[in-house]
């Protein structure tokens, strides 16, 4: 789908700057979205998130629950936009503020 992403952090994610994360292998790293309300009509619902990593093999496919978590809108309205954060080692870093 078409949204518009932008990666400089909002009230809730992050506006840390991107940095190399090593990942040894079966450990986690973490990202966070956070798409705006939209205020007009839904035009699609997404069914599978797919993130690809810069300089990794693949794609890691995640499949999204039967009600909608994000649904699609065309620009101009404010749901067409999604806040992304840069892939972190914890979950807290994801967030503005810590997790409690």
Known sequence: MG???RRRGD???TGAAPARVVVPINHRAYFALNKNARVGRAKRLAAKLVVTVPHARGELTLKLARYP???YCAAPDPGHTIDLTPIEQTPDAVFSAPLD
């Open 69 to 71: 978590l994000l649904d």
């Open 3 to 5: 949204f518009r992403y």
């Open 11 to 13: 009230q809730e994610l």
